[in-house]
């Protein structure tokens, strides 16, 4: 199939088998500029513990491998009449299994390849299979989104949107500046009279497990804290998915000792106020969750004391990027700078059902302002 500057790309769809796939993916992945949710690190977990029915799909540019997929089928019922078959790119589909919520996605692709790629992938998937209703992406890049639905002549209905936040630690190194000094009167403010408060109590520190049995306990330690932060019914904290728990037990056992995940505690004396799970690719740390202690003194801000500790650190290490990922979240505008909009879409085929879903939500939005 053609895609627009890469006349010669050709794509084919197969079953997985994961030794092969792991050899293509891991040597494909060093050509490529993807993050830790397109590294086989995350993408050869997802599929030893969800064992999705997927088929993987490959671009290749005169016999050169130059992309990777794996595509999943769900149907989605929707308004209690409406059925939509999907494709689901790294994703099974099923809300239990895609609450890990991967972010960054899209098909990896060779330096250089990247937009060619996926419009490949699309058009193929477009001749070649007729059964299907909509593409289902995300979390993944606006402007990739739009692209493609721009290049294929699918229609996108955007279903969750967010910005994504972040530290350019490698522009503070080079400024010789602290990431504290970058932040807003008012923000050091916070976190400087939260440890104050916090030194009362004893040392505030960090700490990190060393061994695999203490990683898997400190995970599990960050499951009541979320749990009264978020809510403890499906949907609502990760922690109350079995689903959620399975993966991500299965990922930190998988590399933690490799070093791409970071477990961090926060003490304040002997007392835990909070605890980060982090994920280190690439130089590049991406902040995933935390557990952090509900305070009624309104002076303390533990969550926002431990971002500022677990950057500075991070900073003296010589990584280069702190991302608190997609949403909108005050902490998250406080703390980081805006780099980049995230949205989970369905690219759509022209199906009457889902242009009268469309124009139903039209119809409803105009009402909503009246």
């Not at 019922?77 to 790119?89: I, K, P, Q």
């Not at 004396?269 to 935390?290: D, K, M, Q, T």
Request: glycine content about 8%.
């Amino acid at each position: 199939m053609q895609a627009p500057g890469r006349p010669d790309l050709c794509c084919d769809e197969a079953s997985i088998d994961l030794v092969v796939l792991s050899t293509e993916w891991r040597e494909l992945e060093k050509q490529a500029n993807n993050t830790v949710f397109l590294s086989w690190e995350w993408i050869g977990v997802w599929l030893s513990v969800y064992q999705p029915d997927a088929k993987v799909i490959r671009v290749t540019d005169r016999g050169r491998l130059v992309g990777l997929g794996i595509l999943s089928r769900s149907v989605e019922r929707r308004h209690g009449l409406l059925y939509s078959r999907c494709l689901n790119l790294h994703q099974t589909g099923r809300d239990a299994e895609d609450q890990i919520w991967i972010e960054y996605n899209g098909f990896l692709a060779a330096r250089g390849y990247e937009a060619s790629v996926a419009v490949a992938c699309l058009n193929h998937l477009l001749r070649s299979e007729p059964d299907w209703d909509e593409f289902i992406i995300g979390a993944a890049d606006a402007d990739y989104v739009d692209s493609l639905s721009e290049a294929t002549g699918l229609v996108e209905h955007v279903r969750w949107e967010a910005p994504s936040f972040g530290v350019d630690l490698a522009s503070l190194r080079s400024k010789g500046q602290s990431y504290l000094g970058s932040l807003s009167g008012n923000s050091r403010h916070q976190i400087r009279r939260s440890l104050r408060r916090y030194e009362e109590k004893g040392k505030v520190y960090l700490e990190r497990p060393t061994t695999m049995e203490e990683a898997d306990i400190t995970w599990s330690a960050i499951a009541p804290f979320h749990l009264a932060r978020w809510g403890s019914e499906m949907g609502e904290s990760g922690f109350a998915n079995p689903d959620f728990v399975r993966f991500h037990q299965s990922f930190i056992r998988a590399n933690w000792s490799a070093g791409v995940v970071d477990l961090i505690v926060l003490k304040a004396g002997e007392e835990v106020i909070a605890i980060f799970y982090n994920f280190l690719y690439r130089n590049r740390i991406y902040f995933y969750l935390a557990g952090i202690r509900a305070e009624a003194d309104n002076r303390l801000k533990p969550g926002m004391l431990g971002h500022a500790l677990c950057i500075e650190d991070y900073l003296d290490r010589g990584f280069d990027f702190y991302d608190f990922m997609g949403g909108d979240e005050r902490y998250k505008r406080q703390l980081g700078v805006r780099h980049q909009y995230l949205v989970q879409a369905g690219l759509q085929r022209d199906r009457w059902k889902l242009r009268a879903e469309r124009a139903a939500r039209i119809v409803k939005k105009r009402w909503e302002l009246m």
